[in-house]
């Protein structure tokens, strides 16, 4: 069973859409959570961290459920550039574990 | 400020052939990482290195040898070139490593194939 748990999609969503992803983890110690962005044959790039109290950047936003061991990335009025695959991240001790992403693709 | 730089980019190799991947990073940071990345995998995480003169092997380290040859540098080599090695790695680094909350910086990575 992987540790980080994600759907891979695609999601295919028109422009204008909210879109949810959900990722799972196993290790109840985990001790901090990230989403991370990935673009075809790029690098991730940290999107946004994830707090218990749950957090937003403009249209996204994250929640964090300890309890049953999931996380949330929530998008809101899609754009075009949104599409991409978002890496779920889960911080273990020293190490990141990385989910194997959830491709977006936002369609006009 | 170019953040994390690897070299180089795209890479072919034969079967037992060695070469050792660069990253630097321009950000004082702490800690550093080599990571690979292969289809329906995610990333895993290969070496990281603490800090200066520390290093510590990650989920998938058969294969590979590193060297943090001071705070900017860290390197990965491929001793005798496997195609199961054949991925892209990508280097990252952050603050600190048993920091909550610090992300990871990346590079862009490098596209390595092994015949």
């Known amino acids: 069973r992987k540790e980080v748990e994600q759907d891979p999609g695609p999601f295919n969503v028109p422009e204008g859409a909210t879109v949810a992803f959900n990722c799972t983890y196993s290790n109840s110690a985990s001790q901090s959570f990230f989403w991370y962005r990935q673009d075809c044959r790029k690098e991730p790039k940290l999107l946004m961290s994830v707090y218990s109290s749950g957090n937003e950047d403009g249209r996204f936003t994250a929640q964090l459920n300890r309890a049953s061991q999931y996380i949330s990335l929530l998008i809101r009025d899609s754009k075009l550039s949104d599409s991409a695959t978002y890496l779920c991240v889960a911080r273990e001790g020293r190490a990141l574990t990385f989910g194997s992403g959830t491709r977006l693709q936002v369609q006009p | 400020n170019a953040g994390v730089t690897q070299t180089p980019k795209f890479q072919v190799l034969k079967t037992g052939q060695s070469m050792t991947l660069q990253c630097a990073q321009d950000m004082n940071h702490n800690s550093m990482y080599w990571y690979r990345q292969d289809p329906g995998m995610g990333l895993r995480l290969i070496y990281y290195s603490a800090s200066e003169g520390t290093t510590d092997k990650g989920e998938v380290p058969n294969g590979y040898n590193v060297s943090r040859l001071n705070k900017r540098e860290f390197s990965l080599r491929l001793e005798s070139a496997a195609p199961s090695q054949t991925s892209v790695y990508f280097c990252?680094?952050?603050?600190?490593?048993?920091?909550?909350?610090?992300?990871?910086?990346f590079g862009d990575g490098t596209r390595l194939s092994i015949l």
């Open positions: 990252a680094s952050s603050e600190r490593v048993s920091e909550n909350n610090q992300p990871q910086h």
